[in-house]
Nanobody
Framework: QVQLVESGGGSVQAGGSLRLSCAGSGRTFSGYAMGWFRQAPGKEREFVAAIYWAGGSTYYADSVKGRFTISRDNAKNTVYLQMNSLKPEDTAVYSC????????????????WGQGTQVTVSS
């Protein structure tokens, strides 16, 4: 069974940091582009960040650029999202995703989704 499992969510005050992890199992994701999405209550799911399978190219939503960093360790089948300078508007359920290409990530054409992890930022 192919799975993506997120961890590292929690509650933090504004200005704080969290590091999310997404561990893949059931297959290797080294040939996949990986991404993070988030969904706040009452809002549509939105793209946050993506990384090419080789790790050389990264893309970010304007709202998180300069504060969040996506990275991956293909040997561990894991992708990370380092979130710094968190704001209350970053509060959402964060999910990782895998797609055959970065274009697929940006188009929300996802092959695999994780179940999500809650991030809550208080002011």
């Amino acid at each position: 069974q192919v799975q993506l499992v997120e961890s590292g969510g929690g509650s933090v005050q504004a200005g704080g940091s969290l590091r999310l992890s997404c561990a893949g199992s059931g297959r290797t994701f080294s040939g996949y582009a990986m991404g993070w999405f988030r969904q706040a209550p009452g809002k549509e799911r939105e793209f946050v960040a993506a990384i090419y399978w080789a790790g050389g190219s990264t893309y970010y939503a304007d709202s998180v650029k300069g504060r969040f960093t996506i990275s991956r360790d293909n040997a561990k089948n894991t992708v990370y999202l380092q979130m710094n300078s968190l704001k209350p508007e970053d509060t959402a359920v964060y999910s990782c995703a895998a797609a055959p290409s970065l274009r697929g990530i940006r188009a929300h054409a996802i092959d695999y989704w994780g179940q999500g992890t809650q991030v809550t930022v208080s002011s």
